[in-house]
């Protein structure tokens, strides 16, 4: 994945988390105000605990007794305002974090498939968990939590600066310093957090396909290297997080000193004030108090930093996301008869390939026609395919779908004419019903069975639980026959008049896949069928046979 990171503004970033913050605003201003709630609490316990010293010290007169029930309430307040934060945390922070995860997953299934493809699925999941996370974070926690700190350093600052202006100006020695450093250290932690973030979402690659694919790496030997595979990740990783602490807990030291000498200049500011009287115990409790209410902001502050920075980095990934392209948005666009399908003059290459797959290419499926695509490996099939049911689009030329009445070119408001059957186990996890109401969800029982009955996947109401056995993992538990029917048997009842059927009986017997076409080609009548197969047994039952080669060699 190209590296953009200097490519992205602060400002166009915020303006992004801006727009990005809708629905989280109303925890964040929550959020915010508690913790105002909880700044004027402790400004307002400094202010009893001084007064409750002086009074036990004789340094002025009133009620012992008042002042520790004021104390008390304070705690109290306190204590309700730090529970409702959890709450807010725990309960409308998920609510946020689902719906700003829920539109970036819709938005990516909208998303265009040539440009989805130049992201692997793992970096997907972890942009859309570990960024997600880190954004509403951001936007509901981290600013809220700004906001309060620079309200309590400045309410704490003023408070002190009315007992001593020198002390209070004094203990803000170290800011100015901080302030300086910030923009070099937020340039340097974007890049480092830039680094760790890709290293994790390539571990996240390697796991996933690593998992998808554990029989092959069983079959073909392969643990120990892919275990060396993720080792050396996770090394790389790990050297990666190693000088991003490194950087970090230097700049915190730095820091840290600052207000060391800030808090020892308080220190000795009251001790040598007590000495000669100037102050009270109780003043000298609410300088030592006030500072703490000062540096500890302060501090607050040099650890969102780092929280902003990875923040940023989070919002810079997916800010490419919008880059993105959408499919064509709109109501679905269902011919009323059986249609067919006319490719004209059409022109198509994939970006990175220098090879040209369909050179004005010119072909008519007609509707009711059954026609058989064969070709070699690589000749242009499966983007046939694709062009077929719009998944991309020709560079030349037109893809119409059509019937006596109506034409369209083909689009994606278009799709809902096609019943697309890829080769292969293309089963999710859940029940076998699961699967089957995937082709059309209002489909009742009987139509289950029938679609089950064409595709010859009887065996499944044999099943203890039927069609309600549940299926782990991409059918886990069937062969991949069985499989392949059951994805035959979902797609049969999905609404469309042209059925595109890929290598469908790929992993089926000779028997069964006899009697498989023989069922499909007689239920299907009224239909455009199109196969693409490699098998000579299916060929017989089509009427037409468009042979596709490749273009040769310029």
């Known amino acids: 994945m190209k590296n953009i990171t200097n490519n992205i503004s602060s400002k166009v970033l915020l303006r992004w988390l801006w727009n990005s913050s809708k629905g989280a605003r109303g925890q964040a201003a929550l959020n915010t105000i508690i913790g105002l709630l909880d700044v004027a609490c402790q400004l307002l316990w ?18 012992i007794a008042i002042t520790g029930c004021v104390i008390g309430a304070l705690m109290l307040t306190e204590i309700l305002s730090r529970a409702a934060n959890r709450w807010i945390h725990a309960v409308i922070g998920t609510k ?17 498939w040539l440009h989805l493809q130049k992201h692997h699925t793992g970096d997907l999941i972890n942009r859309l968990e570990g960024d997600v996370n880190n954004i509403t974070a951001l936007i509901t926690e981290t600013i809220p939590a700004a ?25 803000l020695v170290a800011l100015p310093i901080a302030m300086l450093a910030s923009r070099f250290y937020i340039k340097k932690m974007r890049r480092f957090n830039r680094e760790v973030r890709d290293s994790d979402s390539r571990i996240q690659e390697v796991l996933q396909e690593s998992l998808q694919h554990k029989a092959l790496i069983k079959a073909l030997e392969q643990n120990k290297n892919t275990e060396l595979q993720l080792t050396n990740l996770q ?11 490194k950087f970090s807990l230097g700049a915190y030291s730095f820091t840290q000193l600052g207000f060391a000498a800030g808090y020892l200049i308080a220190f000795m500011w009251g001790v040598q004030g007590l000495a000669t009287g100037a102050v009270s115990f109780g003043t000298l409790s609410a300088y030592l108090q006030l500072v703490g209410l000062i540096q500890r902001p302060t501090m ?27 499919e064509r948005q709109g109501d679905a666009v269902m011919l009323n008869s059986t249609a067919g399908v006319r490719f004209t003059g059409v022109n198509f290459k994939y970006e990175k390939e220098s090879r040209t797959i369909f050179d004005n290419f010119s072909y ?14 690589g000749a242009g099939k499966t983007t046939l395919i694709r062009l077929l049911v719009a998944l991309v689009n020709p560079q030349g030329g037109k893809v119409e779908i059509y019937n006596e009445e109506e034409k369209h070119n083909s689009s994606t408001l278009t799709r809902c004419n096609f019943v697309y059957i890829p080769q292969g186990n293309s089963l999710i996890s859940g029940t076998i019903r699961d699967n089957l109401l995937m082709g059309n969800p209002t489909a009742t029982e009987e139509q289950m069975r029938r679609a089950l009955h064409i595709a010859c996947a009887d065996y499944v109401m044999e099943l203890p639980e039927g069609i309600d056995t549940e299926l782990s ?48 080609t007689s239920s299907q009548t009224g239909k455009t069928l199109i196969f693409v197969t490699h098998r000579p047994a299916i060929i017989k039952y089509c009427d037409k046979v468009l042979r596709i080669e490749k273009p040769q060699a310029t």
């Open 46 to 63: 400094v202010l009893a605990c001084k007064r409750a010293i002086d009074i036990a010290t004789g340094e002025c007169e009133g009620s």
């Open 96 to 112: 946020v974090r689902n719906r700003m995860r829920l539109k970036i997953f819709s938005r990516l299934l909208r998303g265009e």
């Open 147 to 171: 906001i309060v700190v620079m309200v309590q350093l400045l309410a704490s600052f003023a408070l002190l600066f009315s007992m001593s202006p020198m002390l209070a100006v004094s203990v």
């Open 235 to 245: 090394e790389k990783l790990q050297g990666q997080v190693r000088n991003r602490t």
């Open 300 to 326: 607050d502050m040099s650890r969102f930093i780092p929280s902003i920075v990875s923040s940023l980095t989070a919002a810079e990934r997916l800010y490419e996301l919008e880059d993105i392209p959408e």
């Open 364 to 377: 008519d499926f007609p509707p009711n026609s059954c026609t058989a695509i064969v070709g070699e490996t």
């Open 473 to 520: 993992e991409q059918g886990g538990g069937l062969s991949e026959g069985q499989a392949q029917r059951i994805a035959v048997a979902r797609s049969i009842l999905r609404p469309g008049s042209i059925l595109i059927l890929d290598e469908v009986t790929s992993a089926l017997d000779e028997e069964t896949e006899q009697e498989m076409l023989r069922r499909l």
